[in-house]
């Protein structure tokens, strides 16, 4: 038989495909901003093929970056394979700015980008290269679809375009990337047929496993009974109204703002809980002050949040895909004390 190659997504992967719709986009936006250092043209630009050269080192490090999905028939679960079309050219872009290249114009521009879809027939990754910052700055713009990488495998990610040193310069690309072999229809069929003829073996062994610690597979049982019957307990009474949780359409807009991570762990070193609380509390108060500012009652409110929260072993760093949980957090918006609110949040995520 002749080689072929694909990689099959988890369920969770998966899961963030599902979800998709034309309001709804599951890609991951990022921007950084930086000084382009020996990258810089005489003309005030970046030199654009010297990009392009970092960037082909770089999926060097990230193979997963030149496939695109296929789906298996019949059960149309997806699989990821080799795009025998990939251009690096169609998914690093450069643009700029107009004047005066202010973080205004260029959050806008941000939005813009957003707002837009990935195609689902190519590697579902952007990134745009913006010039014209003010300070002869530019940015990095980057959309990478959620069922390709978590939080933490979007860092590891970007570590393998970037490197800590301004100075270093990657190797050019010594072997040319040949796309493997993409499997028939038939293939993928026959692979799905014998992977679900193999369920009910797998799930007898997991059986047998667990039969031979009772009392362990009895206490993760009710662990997970209690926090499933705690989550169906949270969707059956629903939250308070805001204008936060209403329908939504495709277009976004884009901010960000200044953050002084020391100060965060000051703040969690004098009172307590972590450093996801502490930035949980500002989100409580910054919502409470929101939500006051525009007439709505903050007094007797039930606010929840959609808290990622990573399930990544230390083995599994700089692995694509998606190793995390999400936590249904109620923050104390109604609560006007900024230390009674971080003692609040820290509770609620301890017991979640």
């Given amino acids: ?20 719709s034309g309001n709804v986009h599951m890609h991951v936006g990022s921007v950084g901003i930086f000084d382009p250092g020996p990258m810089a043209t005489p003309e005030g630009g970046i030199d654009f093929d010297a990009v392009l050269g970092l960037v082909e080192a770089g999926l060097q490090r990230a193979p997963r970056f030149r496939q695109r999905l296929d789906w298996t028939p019949l059960t149309r679960h997806p699989v990821w394979v080799d795009d025998p079309h990939f251009n690096v050219v169609y998914h690093v872009r450069h643009t700029a700015l107009p004047f005066p290249g202010d973080e205004r114009r260029l959050k806008r521009l941000v939005g813009r980008l957003m707002s837009q879809k990935l195609d689902r027939h190519k590697p579902l990754w952007e990134m ?7 300070g002869g700055r530019i940015a990095i713009v980057s959309k990478v679809h959620h069922c390709l990488i978590d ?3 979007g860092v590891d990610l970007l570590s393998a375009f970037m490197g800590s040193d301004p100075d270093h310069r990657f190797d050019p690309t010594e072997h040319r990337w040949m796309p493997r072999p993409a499997p028939s229809a038939l293939r993928l069929l026959g692979d799905e047929v014998g992977r679900r003829a193999s369920l009910p073996g797998r799930l007898a062994r997991g059986l047998a496993r667990g039969l031979r610690r009772p009392e362990h597979s009895l206490e993760q049982a009710a662990h997970a009974a209690s926090g499933f019957a705690d989550a169906l307990g949270r969707a059956a009474s629903p939250a308070s109204d805001t204008p936060f949780n209403v329908p939504i359409g495709p277009h976004r807009r884009f901010d960000w703002t200044h953050f002084d991570l020391d100060v965060v762990r000051e703040v969690r070193a004098k009172l307590g809980g972590t450093l996801n609380d502490v930035v949980l509390a500002c989100v409580a108060g910054a919502v409470r002050g929101y939500l006051g500012e525009h007439g709505f009652d903050v007094d007797d409110i039930d606010f929840r949040a959609f808290v990622p929260v990573s399930t990544r072993s230390p083995d599994q760093r700089g692995k694509l895909g998606n190793r995390v949980s999400m936590l249904i957090a109620s923050l104390p918006v109604d609560e006007p004390d900024p230390r009674k609110r971080l003692a609040r949040v820290h509770e609620e995520t301890k017991k979640l």
């Fill in 1 to 20: 038989m002749a080689y072929q190659h694909y990689d099959r997504l988890t369920a969770l992967d998966t899961s963030f495909l599902e979800l998709e």
């Fill in 128 to 134: 745009w290269f913006v010039e014209g910052l003010e």
């Fill in 151 to 153: 939080g933490v495998s």
